[in-house]
Nanobody
Framework: VQLQASGGGLVQTGDSLRLSCAGSGGTLSHYFMSWFRQVPGKEREFVAGMSWIGPRTYYTESVKGRFAISGNASTDTVYLRMDSLKPEDTAVYYC????????????????????WGQGTQVTVSS
């Protein structure tokens, strides 16, 4: 499956953005889907993940209550809605897919995922 992330941009503190991850060559509902982010010099970190079964969602503590991951099976797209953005949310955001569509044991680890999008830059100014 190929993943195409989009929707990043430059916003101010408190603003909202919605990132999109479009799939091709496969059906995203067959995968556990996640968003990661990375800033220069740091490890790529897990932000949010979802299993289409349920569906069930999972978040890193720093984004709980502000970010929401969702998916649309009919359009084969996964979204990350980001509200109340903070400067520390500034990063390149990546979508990722894991063939274990239930809940991978290491879903917070980047090494768990087989497929990655190219990344989209989110910059939050103070």
């Amino acid at each position: 499956v190929q993943l195409q992330a989009s929707g990043g941009g430059l916003v101010q503190t408190g603003d909202s953005l919605r990132l999109s991850c479009a799939g091709s060559g496969g059906t995203l509902s067959h995968y556990f889907m996640s968003w990661f982010r990375q800033v220069p010099g740091k490890e790529r970190e897990f932000v949010a993940g979802m299993s289409w079964i349920g569906p069930r969602t999972y978040y890193t503590e720093s984004v709980k209550g502000r970010f929401a991951i969702s998916g649309n099976a009919s359009t084969d797209t996964v979204y990350l809605r980001m509200d109340s953005l903070k400067p520390e949310d500034t990063a390149v955001y990546y979508c990722a897919a894991d063939k274990n569509r239930w809940l991978p044991a290491r879903y917070r680890s980047r090494s768990e995922y087989q497929y990655w999008g190219q990344g989209t830059q989110v910059t939050v100014s103070s």
